[in-house]
């Protein structure tokens, strides 16, 4: 078995790292303070393009880098040390739209894309989660249009958003979920409420009303009653890159505990040589070491064609895992920094705030845990416990 990268996956992760560095480092306070003016994310986005991070999930014939899914892992890895959310600048149209048909395709994937214009993702309700078939929203076929009316929570990025991909019951039954381009400022599109999290981040979670918003048929995406296999196919990719940017953050958090505890003296020697935190650095190294070593398995598992059923089971593993991972290791680097790890200005504390939400959205770790036992009773333990052969 070869683990090697090769020389083309490390000059895109080296692009990602420098990036993240130069680009995205320097103005995590600005960010945290809701200090980061327009000109400077201008700025910060033509270093996207610069270094060849646009679309970057996406095929050069969808307008994207055309990475492997492991460059793409790579790419998820270095920006996810950002704080604050700033990865999310960082755009990329959301993956259903490759689906779409060829109007859909060049009127929003290529130019989302690249850069113009952006797409966000309604799911979500008050009274519907973790179970989508609760979804209230509605779309009612009228005059040879669509009607959709209801009210989405968390819609991540809106603000950032020309158009919002709407999951909807046609004719409000459950067994017809469909998925609807919306433009955002499409008329009785309003937005309800800009809550406020634990976490910051870049752009906001809206909270929207959808109110005899009227769309055309060739704004549907996908067929009717396709919805919620479109939606896990977004949920299926979006675990995976949780999982590399909760490495990402594990690795800074881990990186900025150990040069502190080398340089930190108390009782005459530096705190690295006590016991209590030398064994906690040695427990977050091992975390990682085997984090990584999952999450660069299923990269190249992913690289030679894996089965998207057995991808959506193993990319509920690599969430439930390595979303767990950081919150142990962020936690455990935070304690050894003390007082200093607590204080807003150092990138762990607001590393312990972003990721205690990797546990939650996209599926939480309750439900990934269902998902697994379910995937063990369809197909056996082996798609976790065996190897490839």
Known sequence: ??????????????????????????????????????STLAEIRQQ????????????????????????????AEEIGKSTCGMWTVVWKASTPLRRGTPWQRETFLLPF????GRSCFAIT???AGSDPSLVKTSAVRKNGKWVINGEKWFVTSADASTVVIVHAHVD??????????VDMDAPGVKIKRIPQFMHSYLYEHYEMVFDNVEVEDNRR???????????????????VEIAAHCLGAAIRA??????YAAGRIQFGKPIRDFQAIEFMLADMAVEIMAAKSFLYRVGAELNEGMDPKLMHAKASALKLYNSE?????????????????YMRENPVERLYRDVRVDRIWEGTSEIQRVIIAGQIKKRGLGIYTGWAG
């Not at 490390?10 to 990036?19: C, E, N």
């Not at 270094?51 to 892992?73: C, E």
């Not at 995406?221 to 675990?239: A, C, N, P, Y």
Request: hydrophobic letters at 35%; a negative charge.
């Open 1 to 38: 078995m070869d683990f090697k990268l090769s020389a083309e996956d490390r000059a895109v992760q080296a692009r990602a790292r420098d990036f993240t560095e130069k680009h995205l480092f320097p103005h995590e306070i600005a960010c945290d303070e809701r200090k980061l003016g327009k």
């Open 48 to 75: 996207v393009i610069a270094h060849k991070l646009n679309g970057y999930i996406h095929s050069q014939a969808d307008g994207g880098q055309g990475y492997t899914p492991m460059q793409q892992i790579l790419v």
């Open 113 to 116: 894309n690249a850069g113009k």
């Open 125 to 127: 309700e008050e009274g």
């Open 172 to 181: 409000g039954d459950a067994s017809k979920p469909t998925l609807f381009i």
């Open 221 to 239: 995406l996908g067929e009717v009653g396709q919805g919620f296999d479109l939606t896990k196919e977004w949920f299926t990719e979006t675990r």
């Open 254 to 259: 881990t990186e900025i505990a150990n040069d």
């Open 325 to 341: 991972m950081a919150g142990r290791v962020v936690d455990k680097a935070l304690q050894i920094l003390g007082g200093r790890g």
